[in-house]
């Protein structure tokens, strides 16, 4: 017991005391205040981590007379603890004394407890120690992309805020376009699996007795795409010629009339008086409000759109919240954004300019959140490196500038291929340093994934999630939002990047360094339930990998090692087709015969595991869409 306890997010205050605290399982856990709200919740969870630790306790409401006989203590008092969401644990040689602010924090310090038992598992006792610990953010946020074809299970989202709950996150969203069952747009939603109100409304119960607030999100102007491209719809849509449509006519009422009754079906079902309602990468002024914003400018014209849909949110006794990246074009107008709107401030590169649009938002005074990503999308395995520094850059910029919350994102553009365990990395050092930033800007990832993402007894996987979110490093061309491995199996190694760059010897060399990191997770012992699952989801993402390195050599070398140039921005899009480019069928046509053979019983095997595991987190609704690309390309090598 000499090393200091491993917690996610560090405390920003634990102090050593001398000697341990033997449990003994005669003693009682004191509720001190049972009927206090939450108070019993966060008893149940000392009362599991104790058991953990090795001493079945009962809890109790009445201590008076009996004070040898408790071993652990738990109250909530508001004028002890003066921060919101703060707690104080104590251990000394006598028991357990845990005090919170409100049910958030004396939650939050049984949360701690459970951290700590996990590691003295069967020990019979615990380390003395205090921690003093409150948040630097009151909103801190996890937003989980649900639209691009990957919809969680129920049991799925549950595992999510569990883990949202012991890291101290108190805010989700589920990032929705088409992926809610409304009642009259089913020609919408009928292939999607989508979450309905009954599901919903469990989930927001769930959430509240995990002190997590679940908040509504229902993009609500772009990103309509799925909407627009059905006959009943397109009518609506800003350019209706389109082959993609992608946002709403901002000037036609019949827009505000179709959000209008979106928000009023979904917005019942949430207990949160916020809500997301996007708003996001808009395009105008090439279709039917080319003339007024010609007129008005398209800052103006947006501006007006997102009133309208505030003035419906208002209409609700709801806060708005907006992504900021289009106001952010138009400074001259954040001021006009409504004082009781929430901007959202995105950005997923370790050096998107957080400073400079940060102080913006502060300055105005508009409430703001800083809205960083894992990384995980567009890369199959994550990019570690772009997620930490892209995190710490938006708190670290954002609390110096006034932000009121982190949104962390985990978006499934292009397939959501990654699967979800990808995410933990992100997701937890989102959390640790948006729960105080100075004492885990450097905490070490791999040993709080190993205990409390994985709880692998062999300190293996962490290290492993870590060094496998590096692999988009390994082949020296990085573009923007994405891993080359990736954009392989999509369309095209890269367009933003030196195309050149791209060499066999790279890909090599990737390939060994994946399979130099996936011999380290033979030794996982992974306690949590699932821990095969977890490692069938990095070893099938990672062999997916090792696919691209196959197919970028023989592509490479099917064209005298020069990859075909493409036009830039082809890559992109949220929603892809089965088509493969023109330029990929011919290399892949230029391949040896063997080459194509060996390629297809490569990627078949790898497909049909994809759909297995799918099937065991996620809905079915979404999961052919995911893996046409990668069908057409099994079509091609077989040359169907």
């Known amino acids: 017991m000499n090393n200091d306890p491993v917690l996610l997010p560090v405390p920003r205050e634990l102090v050593r005391l001398e000697g341990s605290f033997a449990l003994q399982s005669s003693r009682y856990i004191l509720l001190d205040g049972a009927r206090t709200p939450g108070l019993e919740r966060a008893g149940r969870v000392v009362q599991e981590a104790l058991a953990e630790v090795g001493a079945s306790l009962e809890l109790t409401a009445h201590g008076g007379g009996y004070s040898d006989a408790i071993a652990a203590e738990i109250s909530v008092a508001s004028r002890r603890i003066r921060q919101s969401e703060g707690y104080r644990l104590t251990i000394d040689a006598d028991g357990i004394v845990l005090v919170g602010h409100d049910f958030a924090g004396v939650l939050y310090g049984a949360m701690t407890l459970r951290q700590l038992a996990r590691q003295y598992r069967g020990a019979g006792s615990l380390p003395c120690l205090q921690i003093n610990d409150w948040p630097d953010l009151p909103n801190r946020g996890v937003m989980l992309d649900v639209t691009r074809d990957r919809v969680p299970t129920m049991e799925t989202l549950y595992g999510l805020v569990d883990l949202m709950a012991e890291w101290k996150v108190n805010q989700l969203q589920l990032y929705t376009e088409h992926t809610y069952a ?48 059905r006959p009943g719809y397109v009518g609506l849509a800003e350019n209706p010629n389109d082959p993609i449509p992608r946002s709403l006519d901002p000037g036609d009422i019949g827009s505000v009339m179709l959000v209008e009754g979106l928000f009023d079906e979904l917005l019942p079902h949430f207990s949160s008086r916020q809500f997301n309602v996007g708003l996001d990468e808009v395009p105008l002024g090439d279709g039917k409000s080319k003339d007024v914003v010609a007129e008005h400018g398209v800052g103006r014209v947006y501006l007006d759109f997102v009133l309208k849909v505030h003035e419906l949110v208002r209409g609700h006794g709801r806060k708005s919240q907006v992504w900021g990246d289009i106001i952010m074009h138009y400074p001259e107008l954040i001021p006009e954004l409504p004082d009781d709107m929430i901007a959202l401030e995105w950005g997923y590169e370790a050096t998107h300019p957080f400073a400079e649009e940060s102080a913006q938002f502060g300055k105005a005074g508009v409430p703001f959140y800083v809205c960083p990503g894992t990384a995980t999308w567009n890369s199959l395995t994550g990019r570690t490196d772009n997620a930490v520094q892209n995190i710490l850059n938006a708190v670290s910029n954002g609390m110096e500038h006034g932000a009121i919350g982190i949104l962390n994102t985990d978006w499934g553009d292009n397939g959501h291929w990654q699967p979800l365990p990808v995410m933990y990395l992100g997701m937890a050092y989102g959390a640790a340093v948006g729960w105080c930033l100075e004492v885990n800007r450097d905490i070490d990832l791999p040993a709080v994934l190993d205990l409390h993402a994985f709880d692998d007894s062999a300190g293996k996987m962490g290290r492993v999630a870590y060094d496998l979110g590096n692999t988009y490093l390994q082949p020296g061309v990085v573009p923007r939002n994405s891993s080359v491995l990736h954009n392989i199996l999509l369309r095209s190694p890269s367009t933003e990047e030196p195309i050149s760059r791209l060499s066999v010897e790279g890909l090599e060399r990737t390939e060994a360094y994946i399979e130099s990191t996936l011999q380290q997770m033979g030794g996982a012992r992974m306690g949590r339930p699932g821990g095969d699952l977890v490692k069938e989801e990095f070893a099938n993402a990672a062999g997916l990998s090792i696919h691209a390195c196959h197919v970028g050599e ?43 053979r060996r390629l297809a019983s490569e ?26 690309r990668w069908e057409a390309m099994l079509a091609a090598y077989r040359g169907n």
């Open 182 to 229: 409304y009642r009259d747009h089913e020609d919408v939603w009928k292939d999607a699996s989508p979450m309905t109100g009954e599901e919903v409304m469990a989930l927001d119960a769930y959430c509240r007795d995990r002190a997590i607030e679940l908040v509504p999100n229902q993009n609500s102007f772009g990103h309509m795409e799925r909407w627009l491209a």
């Open 554 to 596: 023989a592509r490479l070398k099917a064209v005298g090692n020069r990859v075909a140039d493409v036009p830039p921005r082809t890559l992109w899009t949220h929603h892809h087709t089965d088509d493969l480019p023109t330029h990929v069928l011919e290399e892949i046509a230029a391949m040896p015969s063997e080459t194509r």
């Open 603 to 628: 990627l078949g095997p790898l497909i049909e595991e994809y759909r297995r595991i799918w099937t065991i987190r996620s809905r079915p609704g979404g999961l052919d869409d995911s893996v046409t």
